[in-house]
């Protein structure tokens, strides 16, 4: 009677073109359409079952998010993320560096609340202003050139036009042209945004060892079809002192654990 009953909703329901899902079912995984697919990245439609949504009564984000998301690709979801990461700064020393900042969207984002919670660190904001780089054969959809459509200018205008004074640009391929630039040895945050594999390996790379414990590391773009390159990057890493996490919203997250890799044991 019951499954009747349903059927009957439903049908009344599909007739005028609605769809009827029970919010909340455990373990959604329906497969995503079949070009999606590339081997080793299995593809489903993610619904997570949380509802809690903290940004909605944070009206200092709110406030911040509304200038920035002119400036930004990146979602609400993953720009409340860094907001949040942000304020760690509070009890971690150590600067900033977001690589990938495009218009300045959540390079903007992450050095306002920086500069609330730690007035004393620098926000470093590296891009080449000429568009994405490092593109190759494990990047299934960029070539290189992407998001050139921005300039120092566009960004130093958002940054003036929200006050701060805690940021400093660099303009170049990071690390090659610009890490030289980068005075800080200590790193508490790095904000990784840069679409490529191989991109997204040298910063890694560069920035990792500087991170102190407790740091976090965040990769935009993880997961994200269309930017397979960074998921392998960061599918492959490896390092003992790296705690990755797979956020299910576009990000990972690799938090360097407070734990010398000398302490740890090997089996
Ligand atoms: C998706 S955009 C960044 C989006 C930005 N975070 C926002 O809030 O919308 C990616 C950027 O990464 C930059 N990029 C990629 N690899 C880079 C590298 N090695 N050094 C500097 N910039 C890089 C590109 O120029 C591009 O502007």
């Known amino acids: 009677m019951i499954s009747l009953l349903k059927r009957l909703v439903r049908a009344g329901f599909s007739s005028v073109g609605l769809d009827v899902h029970r919010i909340g079912r455990p373990h959604v995984t329906e497969p995503a359409q079949p070009q999606a697919l590339v081997p080793d990245i ?3 439609i993610l619904r997570p ?11 200092a984000f ?3 998010y509304e200038v ?16 949040t990461l942000a304020s760690r700064l509070a009890h971690l020393p150590g600067d900033v560096i977001e690589i990938g900042v495009w218009r300045g969207g959540t ?5 306002h609340k920086v ?4 007035p004393d660190r620098v926000v470093y904001l590296c891009d080449t202003f000429t568009g994405v780089v490092g593109a190759g054969h494990r990047d299934t959809q960029y070539k290189g050139g992407e998001f050139a459509n921005t300039s120092v200018e566009i960004v130093d205008e958002l940054i003036a036009r929200l006050g701060l004074n805690n940021t400093r640009i660099l303009a170049g391929i990071f690390p090659h042209e610009t890490g030289a630039q980068v005075t ?11 679409d490529t594999h191989d991109s997204a390996k040298w910063c890694f790379e ?3 060892p500087r991170m102190v414990p407790g740091g976090a590391t965040v990769f935009d773009d993880y997961g994200i079809q269309g930017c397979d390159g960074v998921t392998r990057m960061v599918n492959a890493i490896c390092e003992p002192d790296a705690a990755v996490i797979y956020n299910l919203n576009g990000h990972a997250i690799v938090l360097k654990s407070p734990v010398s890799p000398s302490n740890i044991i090997s089996r």
């Open 42 to 44: 299995p593809r489903a």
């Open 49 to 59: 079952k949380a509802t809690y949504a903290p940004w909605l009564a944070d009206a």
């Open 62 to 64: 709110n406030g911040i």
């Open 68 to 83: 920035i998301r002119p400036h930004t690709v990146v979602d609400l979801y993953r720009c409340y993320e860094l907001w």
């Open 107 to 111: 390079g903007a984002l992450i050095a």
């Open 115 to 118: 500069r609330t919670v730690a």
């Open 184 to 194: 800080a040895n200590r790193l508490a945050l790095v904000h990784i945004d840069v």
């Open 206 to 208: 560069w920035t990792w």
